[in-house]
């Protein structure tokens, strides 16, 4: 599989931050994000979208992190 050509590389971006955007402004309901999501997954190779979607997840924890802190879980440590 040769490598994307820079338009197919912006066309995946616009549609990867279409997405996000969509899914920001419905609190992740991916439901209502649908027909973002299929031409998400259209515009950008099948490893591309794995990725983008665990690095949403890592952004979404990594901001969580930084606005709560870490609480360790109550049963840690006890037997």
Do not use: I, N
């Amino acid at each position: 599989m040769a490598a994307p050509t820079m338009e197919e590389r912006k066309a995946c971006w616009g549609a990867r931050d279409e997405f996000w955007q969509c899914l920001d402004s419905h609190g992740d309901d991916a439901a209502k994000c649908e027909k973002l999501r299929r031409a998400f997954e259209s515009r950008c190779p099948q490893q591309w979208v794995k990725h983008f979607d665990k690095r949403r997840d890592f952004l979404k924890y990594k901001k969580k992190l930084e606005t709560e802190g870490y609480r360790p879980p109550e049963a840690a440590g006890k037997s």
